[in-house]
Nanobody, 125 residues
Framework: QVQLVESGGGLVETGDSLTLSCTAS???????????MAWFRQAPGKERVFVAT????????LYADSVKDRFTIFRSNVGKTVWLQMNNLKTEDTAVYFC???????????????WGEGTQVTVSS
């Protein structure tokens, strides 16, 4: 089993930066460095959507077009942590951000087996 806990959310203003973190706890036999890690977000009244994902090695990443060039995903396998650095935040980035772990490196929520409970990010104008 893999348990994920997100942190770092908060209330910021347009143009600000924020970094989310997600730390994993893994049971025996579950290795953090065998999982692709991803961030998804869900705005009020909307479906959960893909934000970014990073392959197990950290050498490849994918981003949603809406966050490309503003957000950066990176990870530490030693620390069992993945981060989402968010720059130049916009009001449309307001959402609950979820961390997810899966064995596939694709932007598809159904492919991720483990999820955190989310952290709220609110961007005010």
């Amino acid at each position: 089993q893999v348990q994920l806990v997100e942190s770092g959310g908060g209330l910021v203003e347009t143009g600000d930066s924020l970094t989310l973190s997600c730390t994993a706890s893994t049971a025996s036999g579950y290795n953090f460095d065998s999982y692709a890690m991803a961030w998804f977000r869900q705005a009020p009244g909307k479906e959960r959507v893909f934000v970014a994902t990073i392959i197990w090695s950290g050498l490849e990443t994918l981003y949603a077009d809406s966050v490309k060039d503003r957000f950066t995903i990176f990870r530490s396998n030693v620390g069992k942590t993945v981060w989402l650095q968010m720059n130049n935040l916009k009001t449309e980035d307001t959402a609950v951000y979820f961390c997810a772990a899966g064995h596939v490196f694709i932007p598809n929520a159904e492919s991720y087996s483990y999820w955190g409970e989310g952290t709220q990010v609110t961007v005010s104008s």
